[in-house]
Nanobody
Framework: QVQLVESGGVLVQAGGSLRLSCAASVRPFSSDFVGWFRQAPGTAREFVASISRGGDGTTYGDSVKGRFAISRDNAKNMVYLQMNSLKPEDTAVYYC??????????????????WGQGTQVTVSS
């Protein structure tokens, strides 16, 4: 089992930048494929980005391509989401998710076994 804790969510103006962090505990994180998702009120959970175990493979949702970047530091058991050029429509609760696997990952929320509690990001216009 792995426990995930997100942090870094705040109120930011449109056009600004923010970095979210996801800290893993209980066991090393390096065997997990990790994803970021977000959910705004009244909407379905949306795929944002994912990263392979070694960090050499990343995938992004269409709405964040070119603006967001996912990275990881396995030595520190951390995954990050750098968010640039933020828009009001990026407002949501952002979740970190993980799945231990030796295969590839997925943009589907059902793929992941472990989830954090979420961190609120609010982008004002």
């Amino acid at each position: 089992q792995v426990q995930l804790v997100e942090s870094g969510g705040v109120l930011v103006q449109a056009g600004g930048s923010l970095r979210l962090s996801c800290a893993a505990s209980v066991r090393p994180f390096s065997s997990d494929f990790v994803g970021w998702f977000r959910q705004a009120p009244g909407t379905a959970r949306e795929f944002v980005a994912s990263i392979s175990r070694g960090g050499d493979g990343t995938t992004y949702g269409d709405s964040v391509k070119g603006r967001f970047a996912i990275s990881r530091d396995n030595a520190k058991n951390m995954v990050y989401l750098q968010m640039n050029s933020l828009k009001p429509e990026d407002t949501a609760v952002y979740y970190c998710a993980a799945k231990p696997t030796v295969f590839g990952g997925s943009s589907s929320a059902t793929f992941y076994d472990y989830w954090g509690q979420g961190t609120q990001v609010t982008v004002s216009s």
